[in-house]
């Protein structure tokens, strides 16, 4: 019983493998397409993503797979697979999908949250502020997304934060867009700064207010970002449902 038990766990072992194997292709490549590093329309080769990886090619067509699904990749029977263009669709929707999330949660998390997370937050804060005046966007940016998972974490909800990032990904493409730009990173730091200063008061309303305007500010700039980054966008998208209302003031609830 004792070496069947052993070749059972053996077995196991050996068949959960090849999904670790998949998950790590899965967020290598995942990560170089929304962080830009493999650009719209380049071709993804599983061979070579199996080179760098030392694994078969068996895990790595099940990463692929997985980023087709979520429209990050594109596959063409007899043409080949390519990293797939921004659609602002997808980005629409996306941001529907966080914005109802992450408000929800903003409104459970400020009347139960306690002073060690809003300690956490201002540490946080801390970082956010280094990352910005060292002009490093990639490192502001894992701050900035550390910021949102603490907020859903004293909401109660830290298991829906992987719920937001897998449904994110199209945003977060055009978000790493946005803070390569001096002016829009200084500005994101002031609107987080907006949000903890309201949690930190217990101030519900203003911490809804003040996240609704953050996540909808990078739609005030898409416009002049994909004109300046057309290589990144899908082209046939000129008639889209996209543009977000305009809140008010961080101060003041926006109108349900």
């Not at 929707?93 to 966080?98: E, I």
């Not at 970082?127 to 060292?134: E, G, P, T």
Request: glycine share 6%; aromatic share 4%.
């Amino acid at each position: 019983m004792k070496t069947a038990g052993a070749r059972g766990m053996r077995s196991a072992a050996a068949s959960a493998r090849p999904r670790t194997i998949a998950q790590e292709a899965y967020e290598l490549l995942r990560r170089d397409i929304i962080e830009g590093r493999l650009l719209p329309r380049t071709p993804v080769s599983e061979i070579d993503l199996s080179e760098r990886l030392g694994a078969s090619r068996t895990p790595v067509r099940e990463a692929v797979i997985k980023l087709a699904i979520e429209g990050l990749i594109e596959v063409y029977p007899q043409r080949g697979t390519f990293v797939a263009p921004i659609k602002l669709a997808e980005v629409f929707n996306s941001q529907f999908v966080r914005e109802a999330l992450e408000c929800a949660a903003i409104e459970k998390a400020v009347p139960k949250i306690d002073a060690a997370q809003i300690a956490a937050l201002e540490t946080n804060l801390g970082l956010q502020r280094m990352h910005q005046a060292a002009g490093a966007p990639d490192a502001f940016f894992e701050a900035d997304e550390s910021m949102h998972a603490l907020l859903m974490a004293a909401a109660g909800h830290a298991a829906a934060w992987p719920v937001v990032q897998g449904a994110k990904g199209q945003l977060d493409r055009v978000r790493h867009l946005t803070i390569r730009r001096e002016r829009k990173l200084s500005a994101a730091l002031a609107e987080h700064v907006a949000i903890i200063d309201a949690v930190a008061r217990r101030d519900t309303a203003g911490a809804l207010a003040a996240m609704r305007a953050h996540l909808r500010g990078l739609f005030d700039s898409l416009d002049a970002l994909r004109e300046e980054n057309s290589r990144y966008f899908a082209e046939d998208e000129d008639e889209l449902p996209w543009r977000l209302p305009r809140t008010r003031s961080a101060a003041v609830p926006a109108a349900d």
